[in-house]
């Protein structure tokens, strides 16, 4: 099946500082990932669409130049998150779209997840 | 307005007893939905999907769902709930991006 991974599973930065998630399709290429926030006990929320080659399209209130989506390569996907602050901790989950029909229906694979916590 | 709604926040169970989540979605195009499962800390994993034909989809872990489109719904069923079934279950509704519903957390009792 398709698998997607991320780095880290969890980490803490501090206050002021950037951290770069990774989020790979392990035995498939993906030209288009989404990258989701989940706060705790909600559903997730729609941060972009990262196209491989391509400047990714953000979700209206997402900062983009908070949130930087590079899409380099077919199997890699990267979300830095800049200057963080406190109110950016959150669980953040990439996912890789997979199987496009004729009709355009497809399916995402999800990575299991990055906790960051900023203090 | 697209929207998906999960009306059960929280389900409680026994273990061997049959289980219904509900789903009801709000899409302007043909609906494809579909249903995860989250552990906690752990990111999704696809149960089932629909996008055509047959209206009763299985899916693994012996899960079954329903697409009624006049009740503009995908309730997700199992027959029998195992203990390892306790997770987050999303329903969601796109084609190339999707809407997540709010969730619904299922406890099971010993």
């Known amino acids: 099946g398709a698998v997607v991974s991320q780095h880290p599973s969890r980490v803490i930065c501090k206050s002021g500082t950037s951290v770069k998630i990774e989020c790979r399709s392990l035995?498939?290429?993906?030209?288009?990932m989404f990258w989701y926030r989940q706060f705790p006990k909600k559903s997730l929320m729609l941060m972009a669409t990262?196209?491989?080659?391509?400047?990714?399209?953000?979700e209206q209130g997402v900062e983009k130049d908070k949130f930087l989506i590079n899409h380099a390569s077919l199997t890699l996907s990267t979300l830095t998150v800049t200057s963080a602050h406190p109110e950016d901790s959150s669980f953040y989950i990439c996912?890789?779209?997979?199987?496009?029909?004729?009709?355009?229906?497809?399916?995402?694979?999800f990575g299991p997840g990055t906790r960051l916590t900023v203090t | 307005a697209q929207s998906v709604t999960q009306p059960d926040i929280h389900i409680t169970v026994s273990e061997g007893a049959s289980l219904e989540l509900r789903c009801n979605y709000s899409?302007?195009?043909?609906?494809?939905l579909f249903w995860y499962v989250q552990s906690p800390g752990q990111g999704l994993q696809l149960l089932l999907k629909?996008?055509?034909?047959?209206?009763l989809v299985q899916g693994i872990k012996g899960f079954e769902a329903e697409f009624k489109r006049s009740q503009s719904s995908f309730n997700l069923r199992k027959p029998s709930v195992h203990w390892s079934d306790a997770a987050e279950y999303f329903c969601?509704?796109?084609?190339?991006?999707?809407?997540f519903g709010t969730g619904t957390r299922l406890k099971v009792l010993a």
């Open positions: 629909y996008f055509s034909g047959d209206t």
């Open positions: 969601a509704v796109g084609d190339y991006k999707y809407i």
């Open positions: 996912s890789a779209r997979v199987g496009e029909t004729l009709s355009g229906a497809s399916e995402q694979y």
């Open positions: 899409y302007g195009a043909t609906p494809y």
């Open positions: 035995d498939f290429q993906a030209t288009t």
């Open positions: 990262s196209n491989e080659g391509s400047k990714a399209t953000y």
